[in-house]
């Protein structure tokens, strides 16, 4: 049962315009996300997280919107840039347990130059 | 160190054989945990070390599959028999233990099972 899903395996942007990268979830406890991005043969990195007291976060070009009556949260990059070029991993975790994080499985962004 | 450190960063190992993955955590984290990602899939969480809390092992897909942590210190991920089917990134990722920071990763041991 795949909690957190990512139904997006690639996504193709032009540079200069947005980036949507979207996340569903089904398990209504979980209460943090984060977003992470991973290039070729390096481990993941932490990009930005937000938590369900909110609906918003923004941190420079990225900003994290979560939907908690449709469990459904998304990424926008804007401006993209080709460097933004990346395999994005939404994780989904109840904080009241062990901080163990569910992974979806990923969304390929490409910015085209 | 400044990052996670994993070792060997490639492994090829014939099918039936053990192995032995290791994790060197950030200094001071006190979580630590192990995730694979099989081609073409996400990452699957496999083992959670917290302190000195009993570990959740919740993850580990077959009792071929064994984690020990020293303290708040090195990790080793032993593979058992393994299988063709075990070939996958394994990621190890420590963490303050507090949500808001998620975790940070290692860049991964590559293990292929021929």
């Known amino acids: 049962d795949q909690q957190v899903k990512q139904n997006s395996p690639s996504l193709s942007v032009q540079e200069g315009r947005i980036s949507i990268l979207n996340c569903d979830y089904t398990?209504?406890?979980?209460?943090?996300f984060l977003w992470y991005k991973k290039y070729p043969a390096e481990g993941p990195t932490f990009l930005i997280s937000i938590s369900s007291i909110k609906d918003k976060n923004e941190d420079g070009r990225f900003t994290v919107f979560l939907n908690k009556s449709a469990k459904h949260l998304s990424l926008h990059i804007v401006p993209s840039q080709p460097g933004d070029s990346a395999v994005y991993f939404c994780?989904?975790?109840?904080?009241?347990?062990?901080?163990?994080?569910?992974f979806g499985t990923g969304t390929r962004l490409k910015v085209l130059a | 160190g400044a990052g996670v450190s994993q070792s060997p960063s490639n492994k090829v190992t014939e099918k039936g054989k053990d192995v032995e993955l290791r994790c060197d955590p950030i200094?001071?984290?006190?979580?630590l945990y192990w995730y694979r990602q099989r081609l073409g899939q996400g990452l699957e969480f496999l083992i959670y070390f917290q302190g000195n809390s009993a570990p959740d092992k919740s993850g580990l897909p077959s009792d071929r599959f064994s984690a020990e942590r020293t303290g708040e210190s090195v990790s080793t991920l032993t593979i058992q028999r393994t299988q063709q089917e075990d070939s996958a990134v394994y990621l190890c990722?420590?963490?303050?233990?507090?949500?808001?920071?998620?975790?940070?990763f290692g860049s991964g041991t590559r293990l292929t099972v021929v």
């Open positions: 990722a420590s963490s303050l233990g507090g949500g808001g920071y998620g975790y940070t």
């Open positions: 200094s001071g984290h006190t979580a």
């Open positions: 994780a989904a975790s109840a904080t009241s347990g062990t901080y163990k994080y569910i």
């Open positions: 398990n209504s406890m979980f209460d943090y």
